[in-house]
């Protein structure tokens, strides 16, 4: 390649005027132009890279693309390095500079250029490709005007058109006909083909204008649409067109808790629900985007109350406890984490596993009613959380979100006994009857699988911009912005997760608070029973919040805040037991005169119930209400409460074993096992309230219809 010089006395071209070179000095130029006889004075850097600067006369070098040589046919590479050497030797005598001496018949000190292009024509056609003084002649022009590039055979370089040599207007009809086709169901090419062609005959009309062959005119469609978003499945072509117009831009988050998504999912696992029947449970997660840490990860029956929506926030702020059975390497003590540091600022860290604490400010959620609801609005404010509800059936818009479910899926699900697929085309057949997994024991090997396997995994996308190569986990990348940003998770008050709890208002009478056949009593309450309101003489009713998970105690709002209060029979039962287990039992023991006694023989039977259960005795449905207890006590592990922080959160009571049911014939009416009305129990200041005559003439004809398990058990087998 030559190389293009400025020399005194050459007329360019530059700023659309022509000038002759009057005076080179140093870095900068004299110029005078041409018939005014204006003078300029031009810096020489700013000069020849002027888009408009030329030399007139003089092609300006052109760098060849280089690069595209890999890009070739070995065979065409091949050819062009060949007379690349062929060229070098016939100008320089040698194939390689600093090579060895030069042929006789290449020697420039013996030989004219003439000789030489002579003596290398005659030697490639005396190899067998036939080569003429004109040819080897171009050749060495090209080469000295774009380097080995000008060696190529360019017809091979040709850009091609991805419709090939088709007709443009069928090309036009054919895109026209996808663009029309877009957002309808999904049809057949065949079917496409037909609307093209009638489109032809009514633009050109009939025979003026072939359609291509089938398999032409298939690999025409796939040239056009691919990528567009005009083929595929209805679902595909709907997800196509939701996202934003090109260029994307970067959804930015600096500091943990910057921007949090949350969404639901039904997870790929069959699992044994509470009730005992197989399904899939709802996945609700919240992911932090700065991080990727996962700050909170739910499992549920399908479809998931306000409530647990809104308690998912409560946890997200709250530290991951350490289970019995996890290795001490999952502790955050154990971690990259400045653990010695947070724990000064923060004692909820003692004893938590490795998963980021993490308050959100933004929370951006779909158009669910779960997120969208009175009760996760207010439980937003509530912790001062910003929402940010994203455009109906827009996946792009909270895509961290999505991409972490397939994650998921693909890193846990996957192993998990009864996993189904992503879809019916994966299922595997069978499926319900590896299903062995109750909903607890699910959760705990996701929240296991969450601090072992997700935060301790490199994730591809936390890079820092001038670290390219350096990938980073989900802990380590929130213990580098926690210590960059200088931002520490400020807990809420230990009133938050109370707050979000489901509420009742409820009478303070002397024996306590009572409600569905529940009593709650303690010191605390002494000074407010038997109040009434001032003017009225009716009864006072207080602020009430309990867990339908864990009915072990409730919290009742008093003048000075929150009070926990524990039910007076809960060392009566020694495993974990929810609300739907307690009005089970209800329904099992005869109502007695004398109602603490009645409540006593529940609590004891209650025990009984769960004993059994834990053996693998009692009816099934008796085995189905103590896989509701484990599956509700599962929430209560994962979410202590705040003012027990002293107490030690490792014990966990022993899990109750749940099996996958197989065959199992037709429960008995519930009408008939069920003893008692379910609903709410009035207070009354007064006293107890005594069943009426009608009540208890319903009660005395339900007596004989009380369920005695084992006579239940001998009867359905």
Same mark, same amino acid.
């Given at each position: 390649?030559?190389?293009?010089?400025?020399?005194?006395?050459?007329?360019?071209?530059?700023?659309?005027?022509?000038?002759?070179?009057?005076?080179?000095?140093?870095?900068?130029?004299?110029?005078?132009?041409?018939?005014?006889?204006?003078?300029?004075?031009?810096?020489?850097?700013?000069?020849?890279?002027?888009?408009?600067?030329?030399?007139?006369?003089?092609?300006?070098?052109?760098?060849?693309?280089?690069?595209?040589?890999?890009?070739?046919?070995?065979?065409?590479?091949?050819?062009?390095? @060949?007379?690349?050497?062929? =060229? &070098?030797?016939?100008?320089?005598?040698?194939?390689? !500079? *600093?090579?060895? /001496?030069?042929? $006789? #018949?290449?020697?420039?000190?013996?030989?004219?250029?003439?000789?030489?292009?002579?003596?290398?024509?005659?030697?490639?056609?005396?190899?067998?490709?036939?080569?003429?003084?004109?040819?080897?002649?171009?050749?060495?022009?090209?080469?000295?005007?774009?380097?080995?590039?000008?060696?190529?055979?360019?017809?091979?370089?040709?850009?091609?058109?991805?419709?090939?040599?088709?007709?443009?207007?069928?090309?036009?009809?054919?895109?026209?006909?996808?663009?029309?086709?877009?957002?309808?169901?999904?049809?057949?090419?065949? @079917?496409?083909?037909?609307? =093209? &062609?009638?489109?032809?005959?009514?633009?050109?009309? !009939? *025979?003026?204008? /072939?359609?291509? $062959? #089938?398999?032409?005119?298939?690999?025409?469609?796939?040239?056009?649409?691919?990528?567009?978003?005009?083929?595929?499945?209805?679902?595909?072509?709907?997800?196509?067109?939701?996202?934003?117009?090109?260029?994307?831009?970067?959804?930015?988050?600096?500091?943990?808790?910057?921007?949090?998504?949350?969404?639901?999912?039904?997870?790929?696992?069959?699992?044994?629900?509470?009730?005992?029947?197989?399904?899939?449970?709802?996945?609700?997660?919240?992911?932090?985007?700065?991080?990727?840490?996962?700050?909170?990860?739910?499992?549920?029956?399908?479809?998931?109350?306000?409530?647990?929506?809104?308690?998912?926030?409560?946890?997200?702020?709250?530290?991951?406890?350490?289970?019995?059975?996890?290795?001490?390497?999952?502790?955050?003590?154990?971690?990259?984490?400045?653990?010695?540091?947070?724990?000064?600022?923060?004692?909820?860290?003692?004893?938590?596993?490795?998963?980021?604490?993490?308050?959100?400010?933004?929370?951006?959620?779909?158009?669910?009613?779960?997120?969208?609801?009175?009760?996760?609005?207010?439980?937003?404010?509530?912790?001062?959380?910003?929402?940010?509800?994203?455009?109906?059936?827009?996946?792009?818009?909270?895509?961290?979100?999505?991409?972490?479910?397939?994650?998921?899926?693909?890193?846990?699900?996957?192993?998990?006994?009864?996993?189904?697929?992503?879809?019916?085309?994966?299922?595997?057949?069978?499926?319900?009857?590896?299903?062995?997994?109750?909903?607890?024991?699910?959760?705990?090997?996701?929240?296991?699988?969450?601090?072992?396997?997700?935060?301790?995994?490199?994730?591809?996308?936390?890079?820092?911009?001038?670290?390219?190569?350096?990938?980073?986990?989900?802990?380590?990348?929130?213990?580098?912005?926690?210590?960059?940003?200088?931002?520490?998770?400020?807990?809420?008050?230990?009133?938050?997760?109370?707050?979000?709890?489901?509420?009742?208002?409820?009478?303070?009478?002397?024996?306590?608070?009572?409600?569905?056949?529940?009593?709650?009593?303690?010191?605390?309450?002494?000074?407010?029973?038997?109040?009434?309101?001032?003017?009225?003489?009716?009864?006072?009713?207080?602020?009430?919040?309990?867990?339908?998970?864990?009915?072990?105690?409730?919290?009742?709002?008093?003048?000075?805040?929150?009070?926990?209060?524990?039910?007076?029979?809960?060392?009566?039962?020694?495993?974990?037991?929810?609300?739907?287990?307690?009005?089970?039992?209800?329904?099992?023991?005869?109502?007695?005169?004398?109602?603490?006694?009645?409540?006593?023989?529940?609590?004891?039977?209650?025990?009984?119930?769960?004993?059994?259960?834990?053996?693998?005795?009692?009816?099934?449905?008796?085995?189905?209400?103590?896989?509701?207890?484990?599956?509700?006590?599962?929430?209560?592990?994962?979410?202590?409460?705040?003012?027990?922080?002293?107490?030690?959160?490792?014990?966990?009571?022993?899990?109750?074993?749940?099996?996958?049911?197989?065959?199992?014939?037709?429960?008995?009416?519930?009408?008939?096992?069920?003893?008692?009305?379910?609903?709410?129990?009035?207070?009354?200041?007064?006293?107890?309230?005594?069943?009426?005559?009608?009540?208890?003439?319903?009660?005395?004809?339900?007596?004989?219809?009380?369920?005695?398990?084992?006579?239940?058990?001998?009867?359905?087998?």
């Amino acid at each position: 390649m030559t190389r293009l010089r400025l020399t005194v006395g050459d007329q360019i071209r530059w700023d659309g005027r022509t000038w002759n070179v009057a005076v080179l000095e140093g870095a900068s130029a004299r110029l005078l132009e041409t018939g005014t006889g204006a003078v300029a004075a031009v810096a020489l850097p700013h000069l020849v890279t002027d888009p408009g600067f030329e030399v007139v006369g003089a092609d300006r070098p052109v760098v060849a693309p280089l690069a595209l040589l890999d890009a070739l046919p070995d065979h065409v590479r091949d050819h062009a390095l @060949a007379w690349e050497r062929h =060229v &070098r030797e016939v100008e320089s005598g040698t194939t390689e !500079p *600093g090579g060895e /001496a030069p042929r $006789p #018949q290449y020697d420039p000190a013996t030989r004219t250029m003439a000789q030489r292009e002579a003596a290398k024509a005659a030697e490639l056609t005396g190899a067998g490709v036939p080569t003429s003084m004109a040819t080897v002649r171009r050749m060495r022009a090209r080469y000295r005007e774009r380097g080995v590039w000008g060696l190529v055979d360019q017809r091979t370089t040709r850009p091609r058109s991805p419709v090939g040599r088709a007709d443009p207007r069928v090309v036009e009809a054919v895109g026209a006909v996808l663009e029309e086709q877009r957002g309808r169901s999904t049809g057949t090419l065949s @079917a496409l083909r037909d609307r =093209v &062609r009638w489109l032809l005959e009514d633009l050109y009309g !009939p *025979g003026v204008v /072939a359609v291509p $062959p #089938q398999s032409t005119f298939n690999r025409l469609v796939h040239a056009l649409g691919d990528g567009q978003g005009v083929l595929g499945s209805a679902v595909q072509q709907r997800w196509h067109a939701s996202r934003p117009e090109p260029p994307f831009g970067a959804t930015v988050a600096l500091r943990p808790g910057e921007l949090v998504m949350m969404d639901s999912t039904p997870l790929d696992v069959l699992a044994v629900m509470a009730d005992g029947v197989i399904g899939r449970p709802e996945l609700t997660i919240a992911i932090d985007v700065a991080t990727r840490a996962i700050c909170a990860a739910v499992l549920r029956p399908p479809g998931s109350s306000t409530v647990d929506a809104a308690v998912l926030l409560a946890e997200m702020v709250a530290p991951m406890r350490m289970r019995p059975g996890w290795g001490a390497v999952l502790a955050m003590q154990r971690s990259v984490v400045p653990y010695e540091r947070l724990l000064s600022l923060d004692e909820r860290l003692e004893g938590a596993a490795a998963r980021p604490v993490i308050v959100p400010e933004t929370v951006v959620v779909d158009q669910g009613r779960v997120f969208v609801s009175a009760s996760f609005l207010a439980a937003c404010e509530t912790l001062g959380v910003s929402l940010q509800p994203v455009p109906p059936a827009n996946g792009p818009a909270k895509g961290h979100v999505e991409r972490t479910f397939k994650s998921i899926n693909h890193g846990f699900c996957q192993y998990v006994a009864g996993y189904t697929g992503s879809n019916t085309t994966e299922r595997g057949s069978g499926v319900e009857d590896e299903a062995c997994w109750t909903l607890p024991q699910l959760q705990d090997f996701l929240d296991e699988w969450m601090v072992a396997g997700w935060h301790a995994r490199k994730h591809s996308a936390l890079r820092h911009p001038l670290l390219p190569h350096l990938a980073l986990s989900p802990i380590e990348m929130w213990a580098a912005l926690v210590g960059v940003t200088g931002y520490v998770p400020v807990p809420p008050t230990s009133d938050s997760h109370i707050e979000l709890l489901p509420v009742r208002w409820q009478v303070i009478n002397d024996y306590g608070i009572r409600f569905d056949y529940r009593t709650y009593d303690g010191k605390a309450l002494n000074g407010f029973r038997r109040r009434t309101v001032y003017g009225t003489g009716e009864a006072q009713r207080w602020e009430v919040h309990y867990n339908p998970y864990d009915p072990a105690r409730i919290w009742v709002r008093l003048p000075k805040g929150f009070v926990e209060v524990p039910w007076i029979h809960a060392t009566e039962v020694s495993l974990p037991f929810t609300d739907y287990t307690w009005r089970h039992v209800r329904a099992t023991v005869a109502r007695a005169s004398d109602r603490d006694a009645h409540e006593l023989a529940l609590a004891r039977a209650l025990d009984a119930l769960l004993r059994r259960a834990g053996a693998g005795e009692g009816t099934r449905r008796e085995r189905t209400l103590a896989a509701r207890a484990a599956a509700g006590q599962a929430v209560a592990l994962r979410r202590p409460d705040p003012r027990d922080a002293d107490a030690p959160s490792d014990a966990a009571a022993p899990p109750v074993q749940a099996g996958p049911p197989g065959e199992q014939p037709a429960e008995p009416d519930e009408d008939l096992v069920l003893g008692y009305d379910e609903g709410e129990d009035d207070d009354e200041v007064d006293g107890e309230d005594a069943p009426g005559a009608a009540t208890a003439q319903v009660l005395s004809a339900r007596a004989s219809r009380l369920l005695n398990p084992h006579e239940e058990a001998a009867r359905w087998l």
